[in-house]
């Protein structure tokens, strides 16, 4: 079992350029999210799905979108990207309520140029 | 929103006892989460509290009070592999996460 796996690793990006991280769950977890982390400030939330179909807007979400088509799949794009989005990027799933843990994919590092 | 706040750094020797504040102001309390976190890593799960009291879980230990709006980890017997970055996490009434800024323990031989 892979648990939660993202694509790429790492990409160097020019500005200006459209931009898809990938990232996949094979545990039917019904919720996804997708964080930014910068130093010193922590991870923040950009984007949600409680369930395939439905998405929601969560703390940073300007200068990204997000899709749910199906449970498994939960793409994070940049459409036009900038330098103020290099970060680390991590996208999570969990079961959805209750006591419920987030678990995290590896992270995949995006520099702006 | 939440606005959460622990410590930025803390170093230990190795053997002892560490333990990370947590403190949180929040619109919908819904649970309180602490993520380890090595360099160059995934954060992992390490407790949850939404009662109060103490949740012992081996070497570490979490505690919540909500009126005080307050959280600790308590990380005892400290090991090298221990140094790392540990992450507050306040749940809301929605199910998401707002996370501090994380406090990186350094343990030393």
């Known amino acids: 079992i892979a648990g939660i796996t993202q694509a790429p690793t790492s990409q160097i990006l020019a500005a200006g350029r459209r931009m898809t991280l990938r990232c996949t769950q094979d545990?039917?977890?019904?919720?996804m999210y997708w964080y930014r982390q910068d130093l010193g400030l922590g991870l923040r939330l950009i984007h949600y799905?409680?369930?395939?179909?439905?998405?929601g807007k969560g703390e940073v979400p300007d200068g990204y979108s997000v899709s749910r088509a199906n449970t498994d799949d939960f793409p994070l794009t940049l459409a036009s990207a900038v330098p103020s989005q290099t970060s680390v990027y991590f996208c999570?799933?969990?079961?959805?309520?209750?006591?419920?843990?987030?678990?995290f994919g590896p992270g995949t590092r995006l520099t702006v140029l | 929103g939440q606005n959460i706040d622990q410590p930025t750094e803390m170093t230990a020797t190795e053997g002892a006892i560490v333990q990370i504040n947590c403190t949180y102001q929040?619109?919908?309390?819904?649970?309180l989460f602490w993520y380890q976190q090595h360099a160059g890593e995934a954060p992992t799960f390490l407790s949850y509290?939404?009662?109060?009291g103490l949740e012992e879980k081996g070497r570490f230990s979490s505690f919540l009070s909500r009126s005080k709006g307050y959280s600790y980890l308590l990380l005892k017997e400290l090991q090298m592999k221990d140094s790392a970055s540990y992450l507050c996490?306040?749940?809301?009434?929605?199910?998401?996460?707002?996370f501090g800024a994380g406090t990186t323990v350094t343990v030393r031989a």
């Open positions: 999570a799933s969990s079961d959805g309520g209750g006591g419920d843990t987030q678990y």
């Open positions: 545990m039917r977890h019904n919720a």
């Open positions: 799905s409680n369930t395939a179909g439905t998405t």
């Open positions: 929040t619109s919908g309390f819904n649970g």
């Open positions: 509290n939404v009662l109060d």
């Open positions: 996490a306040v749940r809301d009434r929605d199910y998401k996460l707002s």
